[in-house]
């Protein structure tokens, strides 16, 4: 059976992320998004519909996130839906929530001018193994120094 799980949302951060390590090291950061809707209903009103999604990003990517992202700051995730289930431990009843796992982020808007004042972002952040390892390691060790990689090669 054939199957498709990919998720493009753009929205505002609803919160400064939060950056932890697993005991083998990976960084996880976890995000709140805001996404807007935007329409006009049959009396000619406009209307707007927020949803709140619940985003995990992992590796550098999400260490780039927890560096140069602060709530309010426009970003772009690519990913897949991915279901949590767990039992409450009050009530001892089955809870879910649906989330979405990050696997391309690229940060939006302009990095010094942006609310929360955060330093000046590369335009995206990849998974390591998307990103060249010099290209990397220049960027991790000063990133207002190196000049972050470009799609210019990209044949289409």
């Known amino acids: 059976m054939a199957s498709f799980n990919k998720v493009i949302l753009v ?6 992320p939060e950056l932890r390590y697993t005991p083998k090291g990976t960084a996880i950061a976890k995000i709140g998004l805001a996404v807007n809707h935007f329409w006009t209903n049959e009396a000619g ?6 949803t709140f999604v ?6 550098r ?6 560096q140069y992202m602060r709530k309010g700051r426009p970003i772009l995730i690519e990913g897949r839906l991915r279901l949590d289930q767990w039992d409450d431990k009050q009530t001892g009843q089955k809870k879910s929530k649906l989330g979405v796992v990050a696997e391309t982020v ?8 942006g609310e929360g004042g955060a330093p000046a972002a590369p335009r995206a952040a990849r998974p390591a193994a998307a990103a060249s390892a010099p290209a990397a390691e220049a960027a991790a060790e000063s990133p207002h120094d190196a000049e972050p990689p470009h799609d210019d090669d990209v044949p289409f």
């Open 11 to 16: 929205g505002n951060l609803t919160r400064d």
């Open 45 to 50: 009103e406009k209307k707007e519909e927020v």
């Open 54 to 59: 619940d985003v995990d990003v992992f590796g």
């Open 61 to 66: 990517t999400a260490e780039n996130v927890g």
């Open 106 to 113: 690229q940060f939006l808007g302009s990095p010094a001018g």
